[in-house]
């Protein structure tokens, strides 16, 4: 699989480290144990468009929340996991 | 050997080869078929389950018969198809699946009890009694059934892996392949071209056919000659494409030196990876036959094979005899004028489509059926039945044409679905399928060579104008249009058995069994039968075995399913899959700064996760380990001891936020850490399980150094970049792994200050400047940058020492000669980790992503002030409620031995997961205690000291009491480590 690395263009699935559901982006702050265990346990397993996350480990060190069909492993685009999680926390804000 | 005119075959140079012992000869451009045919071989192996005399039926890589094992020695390679075994000089190769010799084997027995081997008799009938399987049905099995057997000596031969990148792969050289490499290569796009056989052309080598009214092979000649002219296009002759993967990536197996007695310096073979923006599929057609009666004997072919033996390799078909074509289309013909021209005699061509003429001076038998044939070593003769009454026809061999189906195994990777053409009544590459990949000529149904050609054309235009380069200026060369008229006549009728699947011995029958026993949709049969699940993946077989279940339900083919194939295309061998990377070379391996000088002095390493760290350093007299690792243990608690602690992972953070980032990421507090300080800091997992610790050493306001544990530097590192990123982006702070730039020594023991004292440069070590848990940057040796921390893992007053990388040895080298005269002594991990279970440190075996914070007994560091990754969790009941925890343990008996593994009881306890009380994670034997130690986790622990417990081991049998007491063996009030 090639991963279109929004710095690096595209590069090789091998120097990447893959953890999953781009989800874990979204840390609860609460400190409620519920809402940390649905945040730690449950994850969507969909058959089709899925965001998740991938370290360049052999390459920059950038992680990256890459959107994939899970059915065709199609990519359709790859983003900074940064300018993710700070434009989630600026919509929130 | 007898040869035909002509052929491709260098008859300048004759090369010797031996057969199962006996010595043959053959030309350069032969393959190892073509010169058993040539030397009148026709019996080659016998089958898979019946071990039926078996002969040669195809002429290239879909062979099911043929499997030879070829060399000798650690490079015999067992199950070869010889059709594609290039002949070289001094050849070796041997028949496989026989008992005795080849021509009598003593387990052709099985074909005389095949009603009790038919479709699923595996399943049906080893089924009791349940305990003979594994010991007498099972070894039986797979000593009768069989392939070839491994030589069972290491693989002398070095293979190699390499990268290639292309805007076009283009697969297969035969016209539609070399049409579309060429126009694509003229135009200007990189070009890889790809071919399984030694000699580009394809199925134009094996034709007598024309292409601009020159022999074909003149043609492929001078494309060869032009694409081997153009800088922008490589070939790949003898390199099987055997699989497409995700984004235009191709797997190729290059048999570089497959072809010669030995490598001879060069890799075997090379496994490439292509990345292609597009690829052309020319992958050809695979001739099916027909089964009828007794189909198997050897000197039954495909006719396209026997034309190729005769056209290519100027090799009759083994047999002096005449040979009959049995013909369901017009291709078979072909065969009989190719054969006749060639000085083959035919005796006739049985034709199952009534009402056609001959196409050439041959006796034509058309409407008739095939009856059977004769000759249990050999074909000798056949018997058809026409409307003139029954007759017997004596032939040395019998060509089958059962028309072709295209070969669409690449096409059908990646959830493509063939469709069925009912026109041609074949199998074509459908909609879906890998992304770019344009399939061409005869694997898309464009099997005749001017439709071949038009196509490769057709589909190079496609691929450039994908790539916006400018269109192909080729044009299109002259040759024949045919037209085969298949007649959709799939087998024979008949009483005895005919095979579908050589290679896995299964017959029209077993697929009526599989009928009857409702095993009817495609992947059930498949199974039930194990038709096309042989080695050759069902080439020659599955189409052929479709139609016969389709007519047994009375469904078209296309309702009845539809073959796919997976990857390999052909088998790959494992070494080449490895590419080298065997032995040492499985994986990196790392050395520690000092491991030349730890060499020199005696080490035994031994492997850490990738590094080789020294394990004990053994001295003169010294014969068994323990008396190294004891003589070092006591070595560092009476005077001071050296060790490399490089390996341990070093991060280094930087940033106004670096504290409050920490103080995140550790369950403790280290925002808090005074400038100067060091602390142990414990990291959770989100869920509150316990997963690394380290030490956290605050160099300045905004720049820290932690550690993590050797077997976590990389994950750590990883959760930290990951908390960094996508957790708290805002926040202002900077991590790089320092894990390799700084080396570490530990100076441990109470004479440790004193021999860092004659290294420092102008430092005060004493208590008060610079107490435990204090850090500082300074420089040592006149000069040298340096870090040091007052921590200890062993529990003696203790320093760690960090220089640059490249100093490491030289440090090492000087501490040891500065400290001579106090006895100063280098030590292991195995010294290391007696002291730290001596001083109850928790390690990779306490922290294995099953314990706690709690039940190491650090549960009063999971901080409740501040959120951290994982201390909520922490929290939770399940884990709240957790009993066990870390305690020492000690053989009541001192001559007792603690076996880490062993689980807790009572004494008289039932040994029962209901009656567990907890398990041993660490044992030595102490020298400062006298006995054999350990650590473990133990339900209510704490409130259990002094108390006799039993550790049972039931895989040693073993049972030993042992007494509970604290995890500290070494000076459990800590003073050692703070005066």
Known sequence: ?93 | MTRLPGGLIDRSRTLSFTFDGKRYQGHPGDTLASALLANGVRLVGRSFKYHRPRGIVAAGSEEPNALVTLREGARAEPNTRATVAELYDGLVARSQNHVGPLNFDLLAVNDLLSPFFAAGFYYKTFMWPRAFWEKLYEPAIRRAAGLGELSELPDPDAYDRGYLHADLLVIGAGPAGLMAALAAGRAGARVILADEDFRLGGRLLAESDQVDGAPAVEWVDTVRAELESLPNVRILPRTVVFGVYDHGVFGAVERVSDHLATPGGAVRQTLWRITAKRAILAAGATERHIPFADNDRPGVMLAGAMRAYANRWAAAPGTAAPVAIFTNNDDGHRTASDLIARGVPVAAVIDARAGVQAQGEYRLMAGAQFVGTKGRLGLHSISVETSAGPETLSVGALGVAGGWNPNVHLASHHRGRPVWDADKLAFVPGAGGPEGLIAAGACAGQGSTAEALADGLRAAGEALAQLGLPAPTVPLPQAETRHDNVAPIWHVPGKRRAWVDFQNDVTVKDIALAHKENMRPVEHLKRWTTLGMATDQGKTANVTALAVMAELTGKSIPETGTTIFRPPYTGVSLGVLGGGDTGAHFRPRRLTPTHHWAKENGATFVEVGPWMRAQYFTRPGETHWRQSVDREVLAVRAGVGLCDVTTLGKVDVQGADAGVFLDRLYANAMASLKVGMVRYGLMLREDGIAYDDGTCARLAEDHYVVTTTTANAGPVYRNMEFARQCLWPELDVQLISTTDAWAQIAVAGPKSRDLLSRVVDDFDLSNEAFPFMACAPLTICGGLRARLFRISFSGELAYELAVPARYGHALMARLMEAGADMGVTPYGTEALGVMRIEKGHAAGAELNGQTTGQMLGLGRMVSKKKDAIGNVMSRRDGLAAETRILVGLQPVDAKDVVVPGSHLFDEGAPRDLDHDQGWITSACHSPHVGSSIGLGFLQNGADRMGEVITAANPLQGSEVALRVVPSHFVDPEGGRLRD
């Open chain 1, 1 to 93: 699989m090639l991963i279109p690395h929004p710095l690096l263009g595209l590069r090789d699935a091998q120097e990447f480290t893959y953890l999953g559901d781009a989800r874990l982006i979204e840390r609860p702050t609460s400190g409620d144990e519920a809402e940390l265990a649905d945040y730690v346990f449950q994850r969507d397993n969909p058959a089709g468009l899925h965001r998740e996350l991938w370290f360049h480990e052999q390459g920059d060190r950038s992680w990256l929340v890459v959107t994939r069909n899970t059915l065709t492993h199609e990519i359709l685009g790859a983003e900074l996991a940064r300018d993710v999680s700070l434009a989630r926390k600026e919509g929130t804000a």
